[in-house]
């Protein structure tokens, strides 16, 4: 997937993914590790879940699943 980073030092971060229907997804992370996403209404409230395997950030958002490696979140 299509996605951008905005990182603000500290291990602060937002991370945006493009999904196949071409809505965005936000994805939030402080001090290095993700603490939410940008659901809504509209979405139901799906529930977030995080674990760390390695280098490698595993979300759950609902039905949604994204990887994310570490050095997107902290650069490098």
Known sequence: CEFG????????????IKKPDGRTRAIF?????????DNSEADG???????????????????????IPDAVVLGG
């Open 5 to 16: 980073v905005a990182r603000a030092g500290g291990g602060y971060a937002t991370v945006v």
């Open 45 to 67: 409230y799906p529930e977030f879940g995080a674990t760390k395997e390695n280098d490698l950030h595993l979300i759950r958002l609902g039905n949604e699943r994204y990887e």
């Open 29 to 37: 992370f402080s001090m290095g590790k993700p603490i939410g996403a």
